[in-house]
Structure formats: structure tokens, C-alpha cells
């Protein structure tokens, strides 16, 4: 059974920095993985998508990995700011014929002015 | 382009009552979600549609929930009657195609007293 982890569960730098979150999952056989963004009270808003094929995605100062020999992907913010202070989640396909998304946890973020 | 519009945003009930929630997803998208997140979690698939046919209800409380999409756009999620427990947000996601990249509503915050 997969399952999705997402450590530490929370997270507080000053601003300015650079800093990784870490999503890792159980079972290599993945179809794709998607990094979700999530204010309080709010949906989920779409970061990045990574397709199994593919080792990285970026979009402005967002960056993610993904490893599936290690089971790991990581998402890398640069120059954090107090705007990026949210929930950040990863969440996988196991396959392309599903459609279950299967969601970690979540870190929540706090960048501090 | 219109994102996935979600109704109510809040809703209080007592338990034992029901509550019904309505999503229409993007226009063109044929795979609907409905996920159940209680707080401090990540999401959890409720059920799945693909166009009007239900793909994966696996983890869908069938004797307390029900949900449709009758004519394969929009969608409505039923509780009937509701517990204590299901103090949630339900959210409602689509995608283009199957296992494709997920874009979710606002959500609908549901507090049972």
C-alpha cells in the first residue's frame, strides 16, 4: 500500500532564506506527483506537476525533484518570502489509470519578516 | 478561464441532519473528485468520477453519503444523517483526463454540532 510522508510537519524560517521541503512515499511505481499549495481556509491551489519521467520541474523561485529509486521528492523555495507562509502538500498517482491521488500530511510553512 | 466553483463555502448543522454540497468543475473536464479533509490532515478521496460514471467510491461511507453527476458536468455530495465526525472541509477537484493534473475548489467547510 503506498503511503505519502511529509516531514517536519511544521517549519519556521526568516525571510530571505532558502529552504526544502521533503515528501517521501513507500512504493517507486508512480505515475506522476503534484506539489499543492494551501492558505488557511482555502483550497488547494497547483504548484507543479512531475511526471514519472521527469527529474524536475520549476516555476519562478519554486523547484521540485523527484528521486523514485529513493521513493523522495523535495520542493525548494528560493528567498523565501512571508507570502510563501501556507501549507505546502505532495501527492502522487500510483498509476495512470486510477486517478486516486494519494496526499501526505503537509508541512505548513511560516517565513518570518 | 473559470476555476471549480464549490457551494456553500460554510455550512453548521446539527447531527442527524443532512447537508448537500454542489461542485461544477472546469468546463471540459471529464474526471471529478470529492475529498474529505479533517483538519491537520491531508486529503482523502471520497469518490471519483469519470464523466457520469463512478470510477472509485472505495472509502465513501455509503451509508451516510451519496453522490451524483447526472448529466457528466456537475456534481452533489450528500450526508444524510450527519455525525459528529464529519466535521470537514469537503473539497471538489477535476482534471482534464484521468490521473492528469488536479485543480481544486474553495472547498465547503462543514461544522456538525
Known amino acids: 500500500k503506498q503511503e505519502v510522508t511529509q516531514i517536519p510537519a511544521a517549519l519556521s524560517v526568516p525571510e530571505g532564506e532558502n529552504l526544502v521541503l521533503n515528501c517521501s512515499f513507500t512504493d517507486s511505481a508512480i505515475y506522476n506527483l503534484q506539489w499543492f499549495r494551501q492558505d488557511p481556509g482555502k483550497g488547494l491551489t497547483s504548484l507543479l506537476l512531475?511526471?514519472?519521467?521527469?527529474r524536475e520541474q520549476t516555476s519562478g523561485r519554486l523547484n521540485a525533484s523527484l528521486d523514485k529509486s529513493s521513493g523522495r521528492s523535495t520542493l525548494y523555495i528560493a528567498a523565501s518570502q512571508p507570502g510563501d507562509s501556507a501549507t505546502y502538500l505532495c501527492a502522487l498517482h500510483g498509476s495512470s489509470n486510477t486517478g486516486k491521488l494519494i496526499f501526505g500530511q503537509g508541512t505548513t510553512l511560516q517565513v518570518k519578516p | 478561464e473559470a476555476g471549480v466553483a464549490q457551494s456553500p463555502r460554510y455550512k453548521i448543522i446539527e447531527k442527524r441532519q443532512s447537508v448537500a454540497f454542489w461542485c461544477n468543475p472546469i468546463?471540459?473536464?471529464?474526471?471529478l473528485y470529492w475529498y474529505q479533509q479533517i483538519l491537520g490532515q491531508g486529503p482523502k478521496l471520497l469518490i471519483q468520477?469519470?464523466?457520469?460514471?463512478?470510477?472509485?467510491d472505495s472509502q465513501l461511507p455509503k451509508d451516510r453519503f451519496s453522490a451524483e453527476r447526472l448529466k457528466g458536468v456537475d456534481s452533489t455530495l450528500k450526508i444524510q444523517p450527519a455525525k459528529l465526525e464529519d466535521s470537514a472541509v469537503y473539497l471538489c477537484a477535476s482534471s482534464l483526463v484521468v490521473s492528469g493534473e488536479l485543480f481544486f475548489g474553495e472547498g465547503s467547510r462543514l461544522t456538525v454540532l
Open positions: 468520477f469519470q464523466n457520469n460514471g463512478v470510477v472509485d
Open positions: 512531475i511526471q514519472s519521467s521527469q
Open positions: 468546463s471540459g473536464h471529464a474526471t
